[in-house]
């Protein structure tokens, strides 16, 4: 007996959650709002709001975790997820260059070594899968299988460098059973993604960037062809 849910067990609550969950729309909309009336410059509201709604996204997957009574079996130090292809656009890839740039000297200049160092060991393999299609799954498994890991994964601690930053499907996969899951298989089927939660964080953003165009000052962001462009954020850290 090893106390994890099984598959079934899981998408039993999965279904459970579908009929008596509602997502709570307003908790990202507000976000926006406050920061619309707020004296922060352009640069500062949207860096404030991607980091705030990214946080709401996680809020929002644990209250969905406690109306089913679902505990998440991911855990410090497990970084196999981290080893996905992972897409963003490049409103959230200048956002996260941006946070990055504003943190504290000693952990920005850590930040910057790491870069260096991950481009240069892995040079050949970003250089491979610098075209990859996501949605072909053949070849995000053939992505997943060849180890590469993230551009922000620290390999020797399996800790995120930018864990308050990471972009949203960082945050929207979980795992409810078995740890072993994602050891023992490249693309383990048992766990989840609440990747339909982008709906609420983008449309919120979004909001923010229309009251900004209005205004005439989007700041670092082009609004808005840089919510079109997407790209793996191997791809996007390079010029960082
Ligand atoms: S951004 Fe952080 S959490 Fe996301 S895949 Fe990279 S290392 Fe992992």
């Known amino acids: 007996m090893t106390g994890y849910l099984t598959h079934e067990e899981i998408i039993k609550k999965c279904k459970e959650l579908n009929e008596k969950y509602q997502i709570n729309e307003d908790a990202f909309y507000h976000i926006v709002e406050q920061l619309i009336d707020s004296n922060l410059s352009t640069d500062q509201k949207l860096v404030k709001s991607f980091r705030l709604l990214l946080e709401a996204v996680s809020k929002e997957i644990n209250q969905m975790e406690n109306a089913v009574e679902m505990e998440p079996t991911c855990r410090m130090g497990c970084a196999f997820c981290c080893y996905f292809p992972i897409v963003i656009n490049q409103m959230e890839a200048k956002l996260i260059k941006q946070s990055i740039s504003q ?114 000052d989007t700041g670092i962001v082009e609004y808005p062809n840089d919510l079109y462009q997407e790209d793996l954020l191997i791809n996007w850290m390079k010029d960082y």
Not at 176 to 186: G, L, Q
């Open 103 to 216: 943190m504290p000297k000693e952990r920005k200049e850590q930040l910057e070594l790491h870069f260096d160092n991950y481009y240069r060991m892995y040079q050949d393999k970003v250089d491979r899968f610098a075209d990859l299609d996501v949605t072909d799954q053949d070849k995000k498994y053939n992505y997943k299988q060849s180890l590469l890991p993230c551009v922000m994964l620290d390999t020797e601690t399996n800790q995120c460098l930018a864990y308050e930053i990471r972009p949203l499907p960082c945050r929207t996969y979980v795992n409810y059973t078995d740890p072993a899951v994602c050891a023992d298989n490249v693309m383990p089927e048992e766990t989840i993604s609440y990747e339909f939660l982008y709906q609420e964080y983008m449309g919120a953003i979004n909001e923010l960037l229309m009251y900004l165009y209005e205004q005439e």
